[in-house]
Structures are given as structure tokens and as C-alpha cells.
């Protein structure tokens, strides 16, 4: 396909294209309408002030202090005082606690790897145990640590645990 020149084209069917240039309004219309604006304003003020009325000037340019009437300030319900004196008895329920906790942090097949994450436990400050079990799978080495009295002692360790990056450590009830 061959390359069309689109610069060098010149417009077809297209008539002179020199704009005339554009009209200034007549400098007299401009001062007309001025004067217009300026008589509007100027009537507006005398119709204003030819047809005031009187009394309300009067009121307006000197105007008389009323007399104040004192409010009575609101007195506060009865029930208010009855709610500020009056005690609750409440009988509040102490939760059971579901026992002893211990955190399993990790369970492995060799002695050697429960006590590499037991030394990486020791750095953070915590005293940890390894537990040696057997099963239908064979001997593992589980690292422990606890009792801890409450859930919530438990889970501050485990973040403790978070921050030096061990992580997957579970909260079980003590058996």
C-alpha cells in the first residue's frame, strides 16, 4: 500500500478560510447601558427611602433594652437521685478454669533436632522439655513447654516464641 503525503495535501472544497476579525461592541451601547445600571441603583435608594415607614426607623436607629425574663432552670427528675443512691448487688460468677496448659512447640524423629529448637527456645528465655514417646509410628521427641495455670500465660509465651521466628507451637490441655 502506498504512503499518502497528508501534510503536503491541500483541503478540498474548502473556501476561504481567512476569519474576519471580530466586532467590538459600540463603545456608545457600552456607556447606555452603564448609565441604565447606575440610574436603576440610584432610584432603588430613593424609592427605599421615600417609602419607609417611620416607626420602624425609629425602633431601628434607637433601640429600646427589653426587659429580661429570668428562666427557671429545669429540676432533675426524681429517678436520677434514686439512680446516683441506690447499690447494686451483683452476683458475679467466677469462671471455671478447664485446667492446666501445655504448649507442644515441635515433634521430631531424631533427639538431635528437639534439642536444637529446645536451645532456640532457651534464647528467648523460656524453659522448655523434651518428651520422649512411642507409638504405632515409632519414637518421637516432642518439645514442651508448661504447665502454664491459665490459656492466656500460654499464648504470651507463644508470641514470645513469634518474635525469634518459632512458630506452629499448639496450646493443648495438660493429660
Known amino acids: 500500500?502506498?504512503?499518502?503525503?497528508?501534510i503536503n495535501k491541500k483541503p478540498k472544497n474548502r473556501k476561504n478560510t481567512k476569519q474576519e476579525p471580530a466586532?467590538?461592541?459600540f463603545p456608545f451601547l457600552l456607556i447606555?447601558?452603564?448609565?441604565?445600571?447606575?440610574?436603576?441603583?440610584?432610584?432603588?435608594?430613593?424609592?427605599?427611602k421615600n417609602n419607609a415607614d417611620p416607626e420602624l426607623v425609629e425602633k431601628q436607629a434607637n433601640p429600646t433594652p427589653e426587659k429580661q425574663v429570668e428562666i427557671a432552670k429545669p429540676r432533675p427528675p426524681k429517678f436520677i437521685k434514686e439512680i446516683k443512691e441506690h447499690?447494686?448487688?451483683v452476683e458475679v460468677k467466677e469462671l471455671?478454669?478447664?485446667?492446666?496448659?501445655?504448649?507442644?512447640?515441635?515433634?521430631?524423629r531424631t533427639h538431635q533436632q528437639a534439642e536444637t529448637l529446645k536451645a532456640k527456645i532457651a534464647f528467648a528465655g523460656l524453659?522448655?522439655?523434651?518428651?520422649?514417646?512411642?507409638?504405632?509410628?515409632g519414637i518421637w521427641y516432642k518439645v514442651r513447654l508448661g504447665p502454664y495455670e491459665t490459656k492466656r500465660h500460654a499464648e504470651s509465651d507463644k508470641n514470645k516464641l513469634k518474635r525469634i521466628n518459632i512458630v506452629g507451637c499448639g496450646i493443648w490441655g495438660w493429660t
Open 127 to 137: 524453659i522448655s522439655e523434651i518428651k520422649k514417646t512411642t507409638g504405632s509410628n
Open 1 to 6: 500500500m502506498a504512503q499518502h503525503d497528508y
Open 32 to 48: 447606555i447601558i452603564a448609565l441604565l445600571l447606575v440610574g436603576g441603583f440610584a432610584y432603588g435608594l430613593w424609592f427605599v
Open 87 to 89: 447499690e447494686i448487688q
Open 23 to 25: 466586532k467590538k461592541p
Open 96 to 108: 471455671e478454669q478447664k485446667g492446666p496448659y501445655v504448649m507442644q512447640c515441635g515433634s521430631f
